[in-house]
């Protein structure tokens, strides 16, 4: 028996009592006296340190480097960019994996292949028999450098104090590189990793350098953790590992590299990098994953099966081998399995609590039959005895840094059951629960950004509060272009009101190519507005820009519901308009409305009306026809008086521009009594406020406004039953009596001058 290789941190896990394992023929460390259980907890939670020396570092010289790797790798090596990295696989002809690995670029004449410390030999074989023809070199140097896993939420920072508070690398990029000096000592990192965490690096430095770093980390309060912890915290991240889900499987079969998940970021049919090995095997395998992502299973001979994450039901633990059964039949082995840590929390993202109470879940990860799908009920056979497991999406899931957060099967109906159980306006919708990562996401963005919305897209207001929720600083640096359609633009050619050249930013790639050419070249774009918002107001005639965001015009306007339909600039005396509002013959607000009521497109773009009061549950109301070029620019809002017989009941305010006779929707807002008020008694008199996105419209000479009041809009709304409750949970309906009192209800809206 050989002797077993050791890295330069061997030392230093047996002063510190760790337990060292034959691994690859490396001496390694598997735990240490804390246990696996305490070191998995701890990378979630804070930082841990892994010693990953073992790893092997191959340097790739010479003029045809880049010809000689993509000929050899999966991915495209010609879209790596300096001080980038890349996840690859090393195939066979079979399509099957030699190996997989990490590419780096550190500097322009040479790369870095890392790969796994028990494939060495086996790839550096295989590697030096594809050479033949290339002009370039591999040279092995693993002895040269030493390499730590610096892992967990509190990596960067713990870094951040060894660099003197320069970012290790260019943030938020994963795979983003750096060369930095760690207080006088030269580093290399990575911000790569094998534990999901999304703030984690991998740090190269000289091998006389790894004692000092792996020490100076521990001051500062990371924590050392062995194979053990390594293996668990890459099984809940899905990470596969060569030897269990690459190479060969549980049968003896060779399993394909699509079969794997992360295949389809590390395989490139790009033409960039023409023929290389196992393409052919590859393409067939690609093939058919795209079918059987399309639910067609008709031909699934080059990828019979994939890996899938796997999560045990029953009381249990799984391990490698063990076979899958869906009835009768046998589906797949278990190909890593174990008792996985986890700790609980409360909230998402950066506002993510740690808990003190934690469990354990047996999890892992499976080679199944390609046509066994997420949900689906299997049975492990566990040393004889049959139980149930399911397939879930993930094991884990990773949203804003710096936490990742463990899935427990069946935890995302109670985030759904939060929604719905939380009706109500409050505080509550920017909390953790109710998803307030994604404002923290929004912060932390520091690269440039280039968005492009339309005024009648559904996403319109979420991307407004995107590019409100930057800071100034990187609004200074990104830019907002708005158009005046829906979400797509099919049918434009059709569309009632003037284009212009509304149009040119989407159709136009020249304002995409411009803008992401000024930031390679840190110059000024020169057909969009940094820091700025730049739109054309829906029937306008040209382009406008906005400093920061779309701010309500100079103007307010106030206009009344009076009786007699019209709009007043003043309010009549007070009056009372009673609709009846019949669940079962809901009002239509679609285009094609063959009942007689309203059309719309609503956020699907503008579309025309029928005329006014056209039905007895939709009150209209008209304003006198501007005398000039206006345009209304910002939010719209509404304050209507209402009553009702009913404990519950819906209002939905629609405001409208006029233009030769023919009304296009505006914008609309729906309310409901019980979202506004909480509870209501019947009869009593009661102000809602409406309140839209924003909105710049351009309106002609003879234009002019309508409101539509109802309390229904099918086809765009859920019809209320006009029954306090969850609505979709009361099985009768009741009629309501709903009245809105004029002389008092008015909307606002502004004006601004903008031909000037």
């Known amino acids: 028996?050989?002797?077993?290789?050791?890295?330069?941190?061997?030392?230093?896990?047996?002063?510190?009592?760790?337990?060292?394992?034959?691994?690859?023929?490396?001496?390694?460390?598997?735990?240490?006296?804390?246990?696996?259980?305490?070191e998995h907890l701890y990378t979630r939670q804070v930082c841990s340190l892994f010693d990953v020396s073992h790893m092997g570092r191959l340097l790739v010289e010479g003029p045809?480097?880049?010809?000689?790797?993509?000929?050899?790798?999966?991915?495209?090596?010609?879209?790596?960019?300096?001080?980038?990295?890349?996840?690859?696989?090393?195939?066979?002809?079979?399509?099957?994996?030699?190996?997989?690995?990490?590419?780096?670029?550190?500097?322009?004449?040479?790369y870095l292949l890392v790969v796994n410390a028990a494939n060495i030999d086996k790839d550096l074989e295989h590697l030096n028999r594809a050479l033949a023809g290339f002009d370039c070199t591999i040279t092995n140097i693993s002895a040269e450098w030493a390499s730590i896993a610096v892992q967990g939420p509190k990596s960067k920072e713990m870094l951040m104090t060894l660099t003197g508070g320069v970012s290790p690398t260019k943030e938020p990029t994963k795979n983003s590189l750096g060369t930095?000096?760690?207080?006088?000592?030269?580093?290399?990192?990575?911000?790569?990793?094998?534990?999901?965490?999304?703030?984690?690096?991998?740090?190269?430095?000289?091998?006389?350098?790894?004692?000092?770093?792996?020490?100076?980390?521990?001051?500062?309060?990371?924590?050392?953790?062995?194979?053990?912890?390594?293996?668990?915290?890459?099984?809940?991240?899905?990470?596969?590992?060569?030897?269990?889900?690459?190479?060969?499987?549980?049968?003896?079969?060779?399993?394909?590299?699509?079969?794997?998940?992360?295949?389809k970021f590390a395989v490139s049919f790009s033409a960039q990098k023409g023929e290389f090995i196992g393409r052919a095997a590859l393409e067939r395998q690609h093939r058919a994953f795209v079918r059987y992502m399309d639910r067609d299973f008709s031909d699934l001979s080059p990828l019979p099966r994939k890996i899938a994450p796997i999560a045990l039901l029953d009381r249990g633990v799984m391990r490698a081998g063990m076979e899958i059964y869906r009835g009768d039949k046998l589906v797949g082995w278990v190909t890593s399995g174990t008792m996985v840590p986890y700790f609980k929390t409360q909230g998402q993202g950066l506002s993510t609590v740690i808990l003190e109470a934690s469990g354990k879940r047996a999890i892992g990860l499976c080679y199944i039959d390609s046509d066994v799908l997420v949900d689906d009920t299997v049975e492990v056979d566990i040393r004889g005895k049959r139980l149930k497991a399911v397939i879930p999406a993930r094991h884990m899931s990773v949203g804003a840094p710096p936490f990742a957060r463990p899935l427990l099967y069946g935890e995302q109906e109670d985030y759904w059951t939060g929604i719905l159980t939380h009706p109500e306006d409050g505080d509550w919708w920017r909390t953790e629960a109710a998803g307030s990562y994604i404002y923290d996401a929004i912060a932390s963005i520091d690269v440039p950004v280039l968005l492009f919305e339309n005024f009648y897209d559904i996403f319109y207001e979420d991307s407004m509060n995107f590019w409100n929720g930057f800071s100034d600083e990187q609004k200074a640096q990104s830019a907002f272009v708005v158009s005046q359609f829906g979400h797509t633009y099919t049918g434009y050619a059709d569309w009632p009101l003037n284009i212009g050249d509304s149009l040119t930013p989407t159709y136009n790639a020249d304002y995409v190519v411009n803008f992401f050419d000024s930031v390679r070249e840190g110059t000024e774009p020169t057909k969009v507005e940094l820091g700025k918002v730049t739109y054309y107001p829906v029937d306008g005639e040209r382009w406008y820009s906005e400093d920061t965001t779309i701010t309500n015009g100079t103007t307010e306007n106030v206009l009344y519901l009076n009786g007699g339909s019209t709009l007043g600039t003043d309010g009549e005396a007070e009056g009372a308009l009673t609709y009846v509002y019949d669940p079962t013959n809901p009002a239509l607000f679609t285009a094609s409305d063959e009942n007689g009521g309203n059309g719309s497109n609503g956020y699907r773009g503008l579309g025309t009306d029928a005329e006014p009061n056209s039905r007895q549950d939709i009150l209209s109301f008209v304003s006198a026809p501007v005398g000039e070029k206006t345009f209304i620019k910002g939010i719209l809002t509404a304050d209507v008086a209402v009553s009702s017989d009913c404990?519950?009941?819906?209002?939905?305010?629609?405001?409208?521009?006029?233009k030769n006779g023919v009304a296009y929707n505006l914008r609309e807002d729906i309310t409901s009594l019980s979202y506004q008020l909480g509870d209501y008694t019947p009869g009593e008199k009661v102000t809602l406020h409406f309140e839209t996105g924003s909105v710049v419209c351009q309106l002609n000479p003879g234009d002019y406004i309508r409101v539509d009041i109802s309390s229904s809009a099918e086809g765009m709304y859920s019809l209320h039953t006009n029954v306090k409750g969850n609505q979709w949970e009361i099985a009768e309906p009741k009629i309501a009596n709903n009245t809105v009192y004029t002389g008092i209800s008015s909307i606002t809206y502004y004006t601004e001058d903008l031909a000037a």
């Open 1 to 38: 028996m050989s002797e077993l290789k050791r890295t330069q941190l061997y030392d230093v896990h047996v002063a510190a009592g760790a337990t060292m394992v034959d691994f690859g023929g490396w001496e390694m460390p598997i735990q240490y006296p804390s246990g696996i259980i305490a």
């Open 64 to 110: 045809q480097r880049k010809e000689f790797l993509q000929h050899v790798l999966t991915s495209n090596v010609s879209a790596l960019d300096l001080n980038m990295a890349q996840y690859c696989i090393i195939p066979n002809e079979n399509g099957g994996a030699v190996d997989d690995a990490y590419l780096y670029l550190f500097q322009e004449d040479n």
């Open 180 to 263: 930095v000096s760690l207080e006088g000592h030269q580093a290399r990192i990575a911000k790569t990793g094998y534990t999901g965490e999304p703030l984690g690096y991998e740090v190269y430095v000289r091998s006389e350098d790894a004692v000092w770093l792996w020490n100076r980390l521990v001051d500062l309060g990371a924590r050392p953790a062995g194979l053990g912890a390594r293996d668990t915290l890459r099984m809940e991240a899905s990470f596969p590992l060569y030897g269990h889900e690459m190479g060969t499987a549980p049968d003896g079969s060779e399993i394909p590299i699509f079969a794997v998940p992360l295949a």
């Open 647 to 658: 404990e519950d009941t819906s209002f939905i305010v629609r405001i409208d521009v006029v």
